[in-house]
C-alpha cells in the first residue's frame, strides 16, 4: 500500500490547486528555507486527523487557511485531500483505491471525507488506527520529533510502541470504556442518589397508605353509626317536645295577668316618686345653703391661720438676715487681705518667665528646622523603597508569569487531543441512544393512544357521575327549598290554629258560649269565621266590621235568647247575637261596595249585605271624603282607617296581625291544601333523588380508574426509559458542547500565551537594571536619615527641657492671677449682698404690718357666717323629714311591686326555661338535621340505619368516641396516599432494576477492561521484545559492533500499559549518564535506529522524514541513505531535505519554489529519465 496523489488548496501557501503524485520507492522534495516545502508535510498530517495547531507550526487551526498576500486576497477555506492505493488490504475497507480529505472553513466548521462521502473524525482515526499511519504515528517523522522521542517529554516514544504492537486500537477500547464505566459509575450514583428519595418517599407512602385504610375502614363504621343515633336521638327529641309546648302556653297566660298588675304598682310608684322629686329638690337646696355657709366658714378660718403663720415667717427671715449681715462683713474683710498678698507674689514672677519664653522659642526654632530636613529626606526614601518593592513585585509577577504560560502550553496541547477523543466517544453514545429511543417511542405511541382510549372512557364517565352528582344537589337543594316552605306553612297552620282554638280575641262573654255550649245550637259561630276575602282587602274589612266581628250568629231568634240567658245565669257579660232567620232574603246593597270583594257561604248572603252594604273601599282618606255622602255610608282604605257617615275618622297604628282574623278557618284550608301539595312534592323530590343516587352508584369509577392505572403505569415505564435516554443524551450534548467551548477557548489561550512570552523577556531585563540602580540610591538616603536623626535627638531634648521651665512658671503666674480674679469677684458680690439682705429686711417688716390689719378684718366675717349658717341648719332638718315620709310610702308601693315582680321573674324564668328547653330541643333537632345533611349529605328522613338490636345509646356513643379516638391517633390521612403508594412503588421497582441493570453494566465493563489489559499486554511485550532485538541489530549497523544499545522498560509502573521505556546508547569510547548527551548526530542516528528497528517489526505502508538528516555528517549520512534505501521495497518513503546525498537515493524528486511571496508552487521530475536524457 502507497500514497499515489496528494491534493492541496488553500492549505498554507498553496494557495492555488496543487496536485503531487508519488509513486513506490523513494520520493524527495526539496527545496530553499522559507519556500514551503514543510507545509506538504504539515498537509499529510493534518489530512489524517492532527488536531495540535502546534504541530502544524500554527498558534490556532485557522491559520492553516491560506491568509492572503498584497496581491492575493485570503481564502474562506482549506482542504487537503490524500489518495492511497490498498492494493494489501492493510486498510479495513473493500476499496482498493481510498481518498480522504479535509476541509476547513474560516467559520470554523470542518469536514472529513473518505472516497468523496462524509464521515466524521474517528472514522478516519479508526481507518488507520494500528496501521503505523495515523498522524502522531511513526510515518510521519520530523527533526524535532527525534528530539522528542528522545527526551520522551509526553510519552510520545511509547505510542510509537504501541502502534507497531497494534494495542492502539485496545488502548482507545480501553479508554472509551473506562469513560463508560465512569459514566455508568456516575449514573449509578444519580440513580442511588434518587433512589434514596423514592425509597424514603414509598415508605412515607406506604405508612400513609396503611393509615388511609384503616381510616377508610373506621370511617365507614363511624357513619353507619352515627346516622343510626343522630336518628334515635331526634326521635327521642320530637317526643320530648310536644308536652313542652303545652306548658309554655300555660306560662304565658300567667304571664299576661302578671304583667296587667305591673303596670298598675308601677303607675302608683311613678307618681309617688314625682312627689319625692319634689320633696328632695326643696332638700337639696336647703342642703347646698348649709354647705356653702359651711365652705366660707372654712375658707375663713384658714385665710386666718394662712395669715399668722406669714408674720411668723416674716419674722423669721429678718432674724436670718441680720445674721448673714454680720457674717458678709467679716468674709469681706478677709478677701481684702488676701488680694494684697497675691499682687504682691505676681510682680516677683514676670521677669523669670520672659528668660523662659525666649529660650523655648529658640529651642523649637532649631528642632522645627532639622525636623523638617529629616521629613524631607525621609518621603525621598519612601519613595525610593515603595519605587524599589513595586519594580521587584513586577518583576516576580512576571517570572511567575512566564512560567505559568510554559507550564499552561505544556498543558493545553495534551488537553486539545483528549478534548477530541471524548467528544467522538459522546457522539457515539449518543447515536447508540438515539436509536434506544426512537424504538420506545414507537412503542410511547401505542402505549399513549391505549391509555388516551382509556382516559376518555373514564372522562365520560366523570362527567356522567358529575352530572349525576349536580342533579343530586339540585334535587337536594329542591328538598331543602321545598321543606323550609312546609315549616313555613305548617308554623302559619300551627298560629292560625291556636288562635282559633284558643279564642283569645274574643270576649270572655263570646269566649264562653264558643268554648262550653256551642254544641248546645244547631249552629253557632262569630262573623269573623263566616266572612273571608283576599289579602289585599284582609285589612280594610277587619278596620271597617270592628266589634261585629265578635258578633254571634245563630239560627234562630231563640238560640239567639237561650245564649242570653246562659250569659246571664253565668254572670260572663253580654254579647251581640244575629239570628238568621229575621234577616231578609237580600237586602240593597250599592253598587260598588265591598261586598263585591268579600266572599261567604250562599245561606250568609243576607248577613253579608247587611254588614257591607253600604261600605266602599279607597285607596287613601282623601278619597274616602270626596265620595262619602249619606249617613248611611262607610269608606275604608286599604290601611285600615275608616270614615263613618261622612263625619267620623277612626285611624292610628295598624298591628302586625291586622286582617288575620277575618275568614280564618277559610286562610287555614288553604294552608292546609299548601302543605298537603308540599308534602307530595317532596316525596316526588326523595323518589327522584333516590333514583339519580342509584344511577350514581351503577357507575364503577374504581375499575375503569384500576384499567387507566396498568396503562398508565406501563406507559411511565416507557416514559421513564425514554426520560433516561433523553437525560443521557442531554448530559453527553452539554459535555460536548462544554468540551467544544473548552477546545475553542483552550486554542485561543494558545496563540495568545505564546505572544505575551514574546513581550515578557524585555521587560524582565529592563525591571533587573532598574531594581540596581534604586538599591543603591536607597543605601545613600538611610547614611543620609541616619546623621539627621543623631541631631534632631539632640534638638529634641533641648527644646522639652525649656518647654518644661517655661510651663512650670507659666502654671504659676495663672494660679497667682486666678487668685486675685476670684478675690475681686468675692468683693463685688459681698458688697452687693450686704446691700440686697438690708433691703428685703425693711420689706419683710412692712408685710408684717400689712397682715396684722387682715386678722381683725376675717375674725369679725368670721363670726357673721356662723349665725347664718345655725338658720340654714333648721331650713334642712324640715326639709329632710318631708322628704322620709314620702319615701315610706314609696317603700310600701315598691314592697307589693317587689312581690308582684318576684312572680313575674318567677314566671319569666319559667317561659325563659321553658322556651331555652324548646330551643333547645329545637335547636338540637336542626344541629342534628344540619350534621346529617352537612356530614353525609342526606335528609333524616332518608336515614335507613338503625342501632343494632342489643346496643344502647349510651354503647353506640362509646363506640363512636373509640373510633374517633382511633381516628385521631391515626391523624390527617392523606386521601390519594394509596394511589401515590402504588405509583412510587411502581417507580422504586423501576429504578431497583435500573440499579441492577448499571451494576451488571458496570461489572461487565470492568471484565472488558480486564481482557482488553490481558490482550494488550502481551501483545505489547511480544512486540517490544522484537524491536529491542532489531534496535540493537540497526544501531550495530549505524554505529559499530562494539557499541552498547538496549531497550529498558520500567517494570515498576502500576499500569503495564503505561510503562516508560528507555533508550540506552553508548557509542565507542564514551560514556554518557544520558542520552540527551550525545551529539545531535548521534542522537539523529540513535532516534533513525529505532524507528527502523519498529519498521523491521511493522512497516509503515508510507514514511515522511521531514529534515531528519539535517544534523547528520557525510559518514552518517551515508548510512542513513543505506538504510532508507534498504527499507523502501516494503515502505513508501517521502523526504523533506537538503542534502544531495539524500536526494541522490530518490526516484523521484519534486522541487518548491516561491515565485510569488506567500504563494508556493511544485515542480517534479523523474530523476531515471533525466538519466536517459
Same mark, same amino acid.
Given at each position: 500500500?502507497?500514497?499515489?496523489?496528494?491534493?492541496?488548496?488553500?492549505?498554507?501557501?498553496?494557495?492555488?490547486?496543487?496536485?503531487?503524485?508519488?509513486? &513506490?520507492?523513494?520520493?524527495?522534495?526539496?527545496?530553499?528555507?522559507?519556500?514551503?516545502?514543510?507545509?506538504?508535510?504539515?498537509?499529510?498530517?493534518?489530512?489524517?486527523?492532527?488536531?495540535?495547531?502546534?504541530?502544524?507550526?500554527?498558534?490556532?487551526?485557522?491559520?492553516?487557511?491560506?491568509?492572503?498576500?498584497?496581491?492575493?486576497?485570503?481564502?474562506?477555506?482549506?482542504?487537503?485531500?490524500?489518495?492511497?492505493?490498498?492494493?494489501?488490504?492493510?486498510?479495513?475497507?473493500?476499496?482498493?483505491?481510498?481518498?480522504?480529505?479535509?476541509?476547513?472553513?474560516?467559520?470554523?466548521?470542518?469536514?472529513?471525507?473518505?472516497?468523496?462521502?462524509?464521515?466524521?473524525?474517528?472514522?478516519?482515526?479508526?481507518?488507520?488506527?494500528?496501521?503505523?499511519?495515523?498522524?502522531?504515528?511513526?510515518?510521519?517523522?520530523?527533526?524535532?520529533?527525534?528530539?522528542?522521542?528522545?527526551?520522551?517529554?509526553?510519552?510520545?516514544?511509547?505510542?510509537?510502541?504501541?502502534?507497531?504492537?497494534?494495542?492502539?486500537?485496545?488502548?482507545?477500547?480501553? !479508554?472509551?470504556? /473506562?469513560?463508560?464505566?465512569?459514566?455508568?459509575?456516575? +449514573?449509578?450514583?444519580?440513580?442511588?442518589?434518587?433512589?434514596?428519595?423514592?425509597?424514603?418517599?414509598?415508605?412515607?407512602?406506604?405508612?400513609?397508605? =396503611?393509615?388511609?385504610?384503616?381510616?377508610?375502614?373506621?370511617?365507614?363504621?363511624?357513619?353507619?353509626?352515627?346516622?343510626?343515633?343522630?336518628?334515635?336521638?331526634?326521635?327521642?327529641?320530637?317526643?320530648? $317536645?310536644?308536652?313542652?309546648?303545652?306548658?309554655?302556653?300555660?306560662?304565658?297566660?300567667?304571664?299576661?295577668?302578671?304583667?296587667?298588675?305591673?303596670?298598675?304598682?308601677?303607675? %302608683?310608684?311613678?307618681?309617688?316618686?314625682?312627689?319625692?322629686?319634689?320633696?328632695?329638690?326643696?332638700?337639696?337646696?336647703?342642703?347646698?345653703?348649709?354647705?356653702?355657709?359651711?365652705?366660707?366658714?372654712?375658707?375663713?378660718?384658714?385665710?386666718?391661720?394662712?395669715?399668722?403663720?406669714?408674720?411668723?415667717?416674716?419674722?423669721?427671715?429678718?432674724?436670718?438676715?441680720?445674721?448673714?449681715?454680720?457674717?458678709?462683713?467679716?468674709?469681706?474683710?478677709?478677701?481684702?487681705?488676701?488680694?494684697?498678698?497675691?499682687?504682691? &507674689?505676681?510682680?516677683?514672677?514676670?521677669?523669670?518667665?520672659?528668660?523662659?519664653?525666649?529660650?523655648?522659642?529658640?529651642?523649637?526654632?532649631?528642632?522645627?528646622?532639622?525636623?523638617?530636613?529629616?521629613?524631607?529626606?525621609?518621603?525621598?526614601?519612601?519613595?525610593?523603597?515603595?519605587? /524599589?518593592?513595586?519594580?521587584?513585585?513586577?518583576?516576580?509577577?512576571?517570572?511567575?508569569?512566564?512560567?505559568?504560560?510554559?507550564?499552561?502550553?505544556?498543558?493545553? %496541547?495534551?488537553?486539545?487531543?483528549?478534548?477530541?477523543?471524548?467528544?467522538?466517544?459522546?457522539?457515539?453514545?449518543?447515536?447508540?441512544?438515539?436509536?434506544?429511543?426512537?424504538?420506545?417511542?414507537?412503542?410511547?405511541?401505542?402505549?399513549?393512544?391505549?391509555?388516551?382510549?382509556?382516559?376518555?372512557?373514564?372522562?365520560?364517565?366523570?362527567?356522567?357521575?358529575? &352530572? $349525576?352528582?349536580?342533579?343530586?344537589?339540585?334535587?337536594?337543594?329542591?328538598?331543602?327549598?321545598?321543606?323550609?316552605?312546609?315549616?313555613?306553612?305548617?308554623?302559619?297552620?300551627?298560629?292560625?290554629?291556636?288562635?282559633?282554638?284558643?279564642?283569645?280575641?274574643?270576649?270572655?262573654?263570646?269566649?264562653?258560649?264558643?268554648?262550653?255550649?256551642?254544641?248546645?245550637?244547631?249552629?253557632?259561630?262569630?262573623?269573623?269565621?263566616?266572612?273571608?276575602?283576599?289579602?289585599?282587602?284582609?285589612?280594610?274589612?277587619?278596620?271597617?266590621?270592628?266589634?261585629?266581628?265578635?258578633?254571634?250568629?245563630?239560627?234562630?231568634?231563640?238560640?239567639?235568647?237561650?245564649?242570653?240567658?246562659?250569659?246571664?245565669?253565668?254572670?260572663?257579660?253580654?254579647?251581640?247575637?244575629?239570628?238568621?232567620?229575621?234577616?231578609?232574603?237580600?237586602?240593597?246593597?250599592?253598587?260598588?261596595?265591598?261586598?263585591?270583594?268579600?266572599?261567604?257561604?250562599?245561606?250568609?248572603?243576607?248577613?253579608?249585605?247587611?254588614?257591607?252594604?253600604?261600605?266602599?273601599?279607597?285607596?287613601?282618606?282623601?278619597?274616602?271624603?270626596?265620595?262619602?255622602?249619606?249617613?248611611?255610608?262607610?269608606?275604608?282604605?286599604?290601611?285600615?282607617?275608616?270614615?263613618?257617615?261622612?263625619?267620623?275618622?277612626?285611624?292610628?297604628?295598624?298591628?302586625?296581625?291586622?286582617?288575620?282574623?277575618?275568614?280564618?278557618?277559610?286562610?287555614? #284550608?288553604?294552608?292546609?291544601?299548601?302543605? +298537603?301539595?308540599?308534602?307530595?312534592?317532596?316525596?316526588?323530590?326523595?323518589?327522584?333523588?333516590?333514583?339519580?343516587?342509584? @344511577?350514581? @352508584?351503577?357507575?364503577?369509577?374504581?375499575?375503569?380508574?384500576?384499567?387507566?392505572?396498568?396503562?398508565?403505569?406501563?406507559?411511565?415505564?416507557? %416514559?421513564?426509559?425514554?426520560?433516561?435516554?433523553?437525560?443521557?443524551?442531554?448530559?453527553?450534548?452539554?459535555?460536548?458542547?462544554?468540551?467544544?467551548?473548552?477546545?475553542?477557548?483552550?486554542?485561543?489561550?494558545?496563540?495568545?500565551?505564546?505572544?505575551?512570552?514574546?513581550?515578557?523577556?524585555?521587560? @524582565?531585563?529592563?525591571?533587573?537594571?532598574?531594581?540596581?540602580?534604586?538599591?543603591?540610591? @536607597?543605601?545613600?538616603? &538611610?547614611?543620609?536619615?541616619?546623621?539627621?536623626?543623631?541631631?534632631?535627638?539632640?534638638?529634641?531634648?533641648?527644646?522639652?527641657?525649656?518647654?518644661?521651665?517655661?510651663?512650670?512658671?507659666?502654671?504659676?503666674?495663672?494660679?497667682?492671677?486666678?487668685?486675685?480674679?476670684?478675690?475681686?469677684?468675692?468683693?463685688?458680690?459681698?458688697?452687693?449682698? $450686704?446691700?440686697?439682705?438690708?433691703?428685703?429686711?425693711?420689706?419683710?417688716?412692712?408685710?408684717?404690718?400689712?397682715?396684722?390689719?387682715?386678722?381683725?378684718?376675717?375674725?369679725?366675717?368670721?363670726?357673721?357666717?356662723?349665725?347664718?349658717?345655725?338658720?340654714?341648719?333648721?331650713?334642712?332638718?324640715?326639709?329632710?323629714?318631708?322628704?322620709?315620709?314620702?319615701?315610706?310610702?314609696?317603700?310600701?308601693?315598691?314592697?307589693?311591686?317587689?312581690?308582684?315582680?318576684?312572680? !313575674?321573674?318567677?314566671?319569666?324564668?319559667?317561659?325563659?326555661?321553658?322556651?331555652?328547653?324548646?330551643?333547645?330541643?329545637?335547636?338540637?333537632?336542626?344541629?342534628?338535621?344540619?350534621?346529617?345533611?352537612?356530614?353525609?349529605?342526606?335528609?333524616?328522613?332518608?336515614?335507613?340505619?338503625?342501632?343494632?338490636?342489643?346496643?344502647?345509646? +349510651?354503647?353506640?356513643?362509646?363506640?363512636?368516641?373509640?373510633?374517633?379516638?382511633?381516628?385521631?391517633?391515626?391523624?390527617?390521612?392523606?386521601?390519594?396516599?394509596?394511589?401515590?403508594?402504588?405509583?412510587?412503588?411502581?417507580? $422504586?421497582?423501576?429504578?431497583?432494576?435500573?440499579?441492577? =441493570?448499571?451494576?451488571?453494566? *458496570?461489572?461487565?465493563?470492568?471484565?472488558?477492561?480486564?481482557?482488553?489489559?490481558?490482550?494488550? #499486554?502481551?501483545?505489547?511485550?511480544?512486540?517490544?521484545?522484537?524491536?529491542?532485538?532489531?534496535?540493537?541489530?540497526?544501531?550495530?549497523?549505524?554505529?559499530?559492533?562494539?557499541?552498547?544499545?538496549?531497550?529498558?522498560?520500567?517494570?515498576?509502573?502500576?499500569?503495564?500499559?503505561? *510503562?516508560?521505556?528507555?533508550?540506552?546508547?553508548?557509542?565507542?569510547?564514551?560514556?554518557?549518564?544520558?542520552?540527551?548527551?550525545?551529539?545531535?548526530?548521534?542522537?539523529?542516528?540513535?532516534?533513525?535506529?529505532?524507528?527502523?528497528?519498529?519498521?523491521?517489526?511493522?512497516?509503515?505502508?508510507?514514511?515522511?522524514?521531514?529534515?531528519? =538528516?539535517?544534523?547528520?555528517?557525510?559518514?552518517?549520512?551515508?548510512?542513513?541513505?543505506?538504510?532508507?534505501?534498504?527499507?523502501?521495497?516494503? #515502505?513508501?518513503?517521502?523526504?523533506?531535505?537538503?542534502?544531495?546525498?539524500?536526494?541522490?537515493?530518490?526516484?523521484?524528486?519534486?522541487?518548491?519554489?516561491?515565485?510569488?511571496?506567500?504563494?508556493?508552487?511544485?515542480?517534479?521530475?523523474?530523476?531515471?529519465?533525466?538519466?536517459?536524457?
Amino acid at each position: 500500500m502507497y500514497i499515489s496523489e496528494l491534493e492541496l488548496q488553500g492549505f498554507k501557501s498553496f494557495a492555488y490547486n496543487t496536485k503531487v503524485s508519488f509513486d &513506490k520507492g523513494i520520493t524527495a522534495i526539496v527545496g530553499p528555507n522559507g519556500c514551503g516545502k514543510s507545509n506538504i508535510v504539515d498537509s499529510m498530517r493534518w489530512v489524517l486527523g492532527e488536531q495540535r495547531p502546534t504541530l502544524l507550526r500554527s498558534s490556532s487551526m485557522s491559520n492553516v487557511i491560506f491568509n492572503g498576500t498584497a496581491k492575493k486576497n485570503a481564502l474562506g477555506m482549506a482542504e487537503v485531500s490524500l489518495t492511497l492505493i490498498n492494493n494489501k488490504g492493510l486498510l479495513p475497507t473493500e476499496y482498493n483505491e481510498v481518498t480522504i480529505a479535509r476541509r476547513l472553513y474560516r467559520s470554523g466548521e470542518s469536514e472529513y471525507l473518505i472516497n468523496g462521502t462524509t464521515c466524521r473524525l474517528k472514522d478516519i482515526n479508526e481507518l488507520f488506527m494500528d496501521t503505523g499511519m495515523s498522524s502522531d504515528a511513526y510515518s510521519v517523522i520530523e527533526l524535532k520529533m527525534v528530539e522528542e522521542i528522545l527526551n520522551d517529554k509526553n510519552n510520545d516514544r511509547r505510542k510509537l510502541f504501541e502502534e507497531a504492537a497494534g494495542i492502539t486500537r485496545y488502548k482507545e477500547k480501553r !479508554k472509551r470504556t /473506562f469513560r463508560k464505566l465512569e459514566d455508568t459509575q456516575k +449514573d449509578l450514583q444519580r440513580v442511588e442518589d434518587i433512589l434514596v428519595e423514592v425509597r424514603k418517599k414509598t415508605k412515607s407512602l406506604e405508612r400513609q397508605a =396503611d393509615k388511609a385504610r384503616k381510616a377508610k375502614k373506621y370511617n365507614k363504621e363511624l357513619e353507619q353509626l352515627d346516622k343510626a343515633l343522630n336518628k334515635h336521638e331526634f326521635s327521642k327529641i320530637q317526643e320530648e $317536645l310536644e308536652p313542652l309546648k303545652e306548658r309554655i302556653g300555660n306560662a304565658d297566660k300567667e304571664k299576661k295577668e302578671i304583667l296587667s298588675k305591673t303596670k298598675k304598682l308601677e303607675q %302608683e310608684e311613678e307618681a309617688a316618686r314625682e312627689a319625692l322629686s319634689e320633696k328632695e329638690r326643696k332638700q337639696s337646696e336647703a342642703q347646698r345653703r348649709v354647705s356653702q355657709l359651711h365652705s366660707k366658714i372654712r375658707d375663713t378660718e384658714t385665710n386666718l391661720q394662712i395669715t399668722r403663720e406669714k408674720i411668723s415667717n416674716e419674722e423669721g427671715v429678718i432674724e436670718q438676715y441680720d445674721k448673714d449681715i454680720e457674717q458678709s462683713e467679716q468674709d469681706l474683710k478677709d478677701l481684702r487681705e488676701a488680694f494684697q498678698s497675691s499682687q504682691a &507674689k505676681l510682680e516677683t514672677f514676670d521677669e523669670d518667665l520672659q528668660k523662659a519664653e525666649k529660650n523655648l522659642d529658640d529651642s523649637k526654632s532649631r528642632y522645627s528646622e532639622i525636623q523638617k530636613q529629616f521629613t524631607a529626606e525621609r518621603k525621598k526614601l519612601n519613595k525610593l523603597e515603595k519605587e /524599589f518593592s513595586s519594580t521587584n513585585s513586577e518583576l516576580n509577577n512576571l517570572q511567575t508569569k512566564r512560567i505559568k504560560i510554559e507550564s499552561r502550553l505544556e498543558n493545553t %496541547e495534551g488537553d486539545l487531543l483528549r478534548i477530541r477523543e471524548e467528544i467522538e466517544d459522546l457522539e457515539d453514545e449518543i447515536a447508540n441512544f438515539r436509536g434506544e429511543k426512537k424504538m420506545l417511542s414507537s412503542k410511547l405511541d401505542q402505549a399513549t393512544e391505549d391509555r388516551d382510549s382509556q382516559q376518555q372512557q373514564l372522562q365520560e364517565a366523570r362527567e356522567k357521575r358529575e &352530572k $349525576l352528582s349536580s342533579r343530586q344537589e339540585e334535587l337536594k337543594d329542591k328538598i331543602r327549598s321545598q321543606q323550609s316552605s312546609l315549616d313555613s306553612v305548617a308554623s302559619e297552620i300551627q298560629l292560625l290554629q291556636d288562635i282559633a282554638s284558643s279564642n283569645e280575641a274574643f270576649p270572655s262573654s263570646v269566649q264562653f258560649l264558643l268554648e262550653e255550649h256551642s254544641d248546645r245550637f244547631p249552629f253557632m259561630d262569630v262573623v269573623s269565621n263566616l266572612l273571608s276575602t283576599d289579602e289585599e282587602h284582609a285589612v280594610a274589612l277587619e278596620a271597617v266590621l270592628g266589634e261585629a266581628l265578635n258578633f254571634v250568629v245563630v239560627d234562630t231568634l231563640r238560640d239567639a235568647r237561650e245564649a242570653a240567658r246562659l250569659l246571664k245565669e253565668q254572670e260572663k257579660g253580654q254579647a251581640t247575637f244575629i239570628p238568621l232567620d229575621k234577616l231578609a232574603d237580600s237586602y240593597p246593597a250599592e253598587e260598588g261596595s265591598m261586598v263585591e270583594v268579600v266572599h261567604t257561604e250562599p245561606r250568609f248572603e243576607a248577613l253579608k249585605t247587611l254588614l257591607l252594604g253600604h261600605t266602599f273601599v279607597f285607596d287613601s282618606v282623601e278619597n274616602a271624603w270626596q265620595h262619602i255622602s249619606g249617613n248611611r255610608q262607610t269608606g275604608v282604605t286599604l290601611e285600615g282607617e275608616v270614615i263613618t257617615s261622612g263625619h267620623f275618622l277612626q285611624s292610628g297604628s295598624k298591628s302586625q296581625n291586622a286582617g288575620i282574623r277575618v275568614g280564618l278557618q277559610d286562610k287555614i #284550608t288553604k294552608l292546609t291544601e299548601q302543605r +298537603d301539595k308540599l308534602t307530595s312534592e317532596i316525596d316526588g323530590s326523595r323518589e327522584r333523588l333516590q333514583q339519580v343516587g342509584e @344511577q350514581y @352508584q351503577a357507575i364503577k369509577l374504581n375499575e375503569l380508574e384500576q384499567q387507566l392505572k396498568e396503562k398508565e403505569k406501563h406507559l411511565r415505564s416507557i %416514559e421513564n426509559k425514554i426520560n433516561s435516554f433523553e437525560s443521557r443524551i442531554q448530559i453527553y450534548e452539554k459535555n460536548i458542547g462544554e468540551l467544544r467551548d473548552r477546545r475553542e477557548a483552550l486554542t485561543s489561550s494558545e496563540g495568545s500565551a505564546r505572544d505575551e512570552l514574546d513581550q515578557l523577556h524585555p521587560r @524582565q531585563k529592563e525591571l533587573q537594571q532598574k531594581l540596581k540602580k534604586l538599591h543603591k540610591q @536607597q543605601e545613600e538616603k &538611610k547614611q543620609t536619615l541616619q546623621e539627621l536623626e543623631e541631631e534632631r535627638s539632640i534638638a529634641q531634648s533641648r527644646y522639652n527641657d525649656a518647654q518644661l521651665k517655661h510651663q512650670d512658671l507659666q502654671n504659676k503666674v495663672e494660679n497667682h492671677e486666678r487668685d486675685i480674679r476670684r478675690a475681686q469677684d468675692g468683693i463685688k458680690n459681698l458688697k452687693k449682698r $450686704l446691700k440686697m439682705r438690708s433691703e428685703k429686711t425693711k420689706e419683710a417688716k412692712k408685710r408684717i404690718t400689712r397682715y396684722k390689719s387682715s386678722i381683725e378684718q376675717l375674725e369679725d366675717q368670721f363670726e357673721n357666717l356662723k349665725t347664718k349658717k345655725r338658720e340654714a341648719d333648721k331650713q334642712l332638718e324640715q326639709a329632710e323629714e318631708a322628704s322620709g315620709k314620702q319615701r315610706g310610702r314609696i317603700n310600701e308601693i315598691e314592697k307589693e311591686l317587689k312581690e308582684v315582680r318576684r312572680r !313575674k321573674e318567677v314566671n319569666m324564668e319559667l317561659v325563659h326555661h321553658l322556651a331555652m328547653a324548646k330551643e333547645k330541643f329545637e335547636m338540637q333537632i336542626e344541629n342534628l338535621s344540619d350534621h346529617i345533611w352537612e356530614t353525609y349529605g342526606v335528609l333524616m328522613d332518608q336515614i335507613d340505619e338503625k342501632l343494632p338490636e342489643d346496643t344502647e345509646a +349510651d354503647e353506640a356513643k362509646k363506640r363512636i368516641a373509640w373510633l374517633k379516638q382511633k381516628l385521631k391517633k391515626i391523624g390527617d390521612v392523606n386521601p390519594l396516599a394509596i394511589e401515590e403508594y402504588e405509583e412510587e412503588k411502581e417507580r $422504586l421497582d423501576f429504578y431497583e432494576e435500573q440499579i441492577g =441493570d448499571l451494576h451488571q453494566a *458496570a461489572e461487565e465493563l470492568r471484565e472488558t477492561i480486564d481482557k482488553i489489559n490481558k490482550t494488550a #499486554t502481551e501483545r505489547f511485550n511480544r512486540t517490544f521484545e522484537k524491536i529491542r532485538v532489531n534496535f540493537q541489530k540497526v544501531f550495530h549497523t549505524l554505529f559499530n559492533d562494539d557499541d552498547y544499545c538496549d531497550l529498558v522498560i520500567d517494570q515498576e509502573a502500576e499500569d503495564p500499559l503505561d *510503562a516508560s521505556i528507555e533508550i540506552k546508547a553508548n557509542p565507542k569510547g564514551k560514556r554518557p549518564s544520558t542520552i540527551n548527551q550525545l551529539s545531535g548526530g548521534e542522537k539523529t542516528l540513535t532516534a533513525i535506529a529505532l524507528l527502523f528497528a519498529i519498521y523491521l517489526v511493522k512497516p509503515s505502508p508510507f514514511c515522511v522524514l521531514d529534515e531528519v =538528516d539535517a544534523p547528520l555528517d557525510d559518514a552518517n549520512i551515508e548510512r542513513f541513505a543505506a538504510m532508507i534505501k534498504r527499507f523502501s521495497d516494503d #515502505t513508501q518513503f517521502i523526504i523533506i531535505t537538503h542534502n544531495k546525498k539524500t536526494m541522490s537515493k530518490a526516484e523521484m524528486m519534486y522541487g518548491v519554489t516561491m515565485p510569488e511571496t506567500g504563494i508556493s508552487r511544485l515542480v517534479g521530475v523523474k530523476l531515471d529519465e533525466v538519466a536517459e536524457a
